[in-house]
């Protein structure tokens, strides 16, 4: 697992399903990568396949984060264990409070824009915050949230560490950036080859998107 940089923006690539964009993704420096093990998603992964991916991960490769939805946290613990996962990230309408005493770093999604006053971080608190589009099928549809609040949900979450989803590309990632301030960007339809079937990915694209964060404070 590398550290993330401080100094800039981080990048997660989400939707990951092939040993070759793992290991494009750690060429290029992508940061962290989401592992979809929700069976109704295009871009999910068989357990069988989570682990044949990470058997072959690059070392001192991105994170690698495991995303559920709605899987018992006993489960989740199971499965975070047997693929050694940096951190995982759980959707759906169980309360996440049922993640969050597991022990394992987690990423508390926020989907749609709720009330701001309605926001209570978990505890314990995650490891990181993620605003996302709701949109059926919990991320990936290419849909922006509005970033007039995404900013002020990062604001008045401080200090904790807000990243941004929702219909992130390279050509609106910079702009992102600008609006909402965020800690990191996690990208998965804005990373894919033009009519991905299973989240395929793209390297030009990804390359961009790790320019536009590395380019962010200096």
């Known amino acids: 697992m590398v550290l993330l940089p401080p100094r800039h923006p981080a990048l997660k690539v989400c939707g990951v399903t092939r040993?070759?964009?793992?290991?494009?993704?750690?060429?290029?420096?992508?940061?962290?990568?989401?592992?979809n093990l929700w069976s109704g998603s295009?871009?999910?992964?068989?357990?069988?396949?989570?682990?044949?991916?990470?058997?072959?991960?690059p070392a001192?490769?991105?994170?690698?984060?495991?995303?559920?939805?709605?899987?018992?946290?006993?489960?989740?613990?199971?499965?975070?264990?047997?693929?050694?996962?940096?951190?995982?990230?759980p959707h759906g309408e169980r309360p996440i409070e049922d993640y969050a005493g597991l022990g394992?770093?987690?990423?508390?999604?926020?989907?749609g824009t709720p009330e701001?006053?309605?926001?209570?971080?978990?505890?314990?608190?995650?490891?990181?915050?993620?605003?996302?589009?709701?949109?059926?099928?919990f991320g990936g549809a290419g849909v922006t949230t509005d970033w007039v609040w995404a900013r002020a949900a990062r604001e008045q979450l401080a200090p904790h560490e807000v990243w941004l989803a929702g219909g992130i590309t390279t050509a609106n990632a910079a702009a992102a950036l600008a609006a909402v301030g965020p800690a990191g960007l996690d990208v998965a339809s804005g990373s894919e080859r033009e009519g991905a079937r299973r989240g395929e990915k793209d390297r030009d694209k990804i390359a961009a998107l790790v320019d536009i964060c590395r380019r962010v404070g200096l």
């Open 19 to 35: 040993a070759e964009d793992v290991d494009l993704c750690a060429a290029l420096g992508v940061d962290a990568i989401g592992l």
């Open 60 to 89: 001192e490769g991105p994170e690698k984060i495991g995303v559920f939805v709605d899987l018992p946290a006993k489960e989740v613990r199971s499965l975070a264990g047997r693929l050694e996962l940096d951190m995982i990230q």
């Open 116 to 137: 701001l006053g309605s926001l209570r971080v978990p505890d314990p608190p995650p490891a990181r915050i993620l605003l996302d589009a709701a949109v059926a099928g």
């Open 104 to 111: 394992i770093p987690y990423i508390w999604v926020i989907r």
């Open 42 to 57: 295009r871009r999910h992964l068989s357990l069988e396949n989570a682990e044949a991916l990470v058997r072959g991960w």
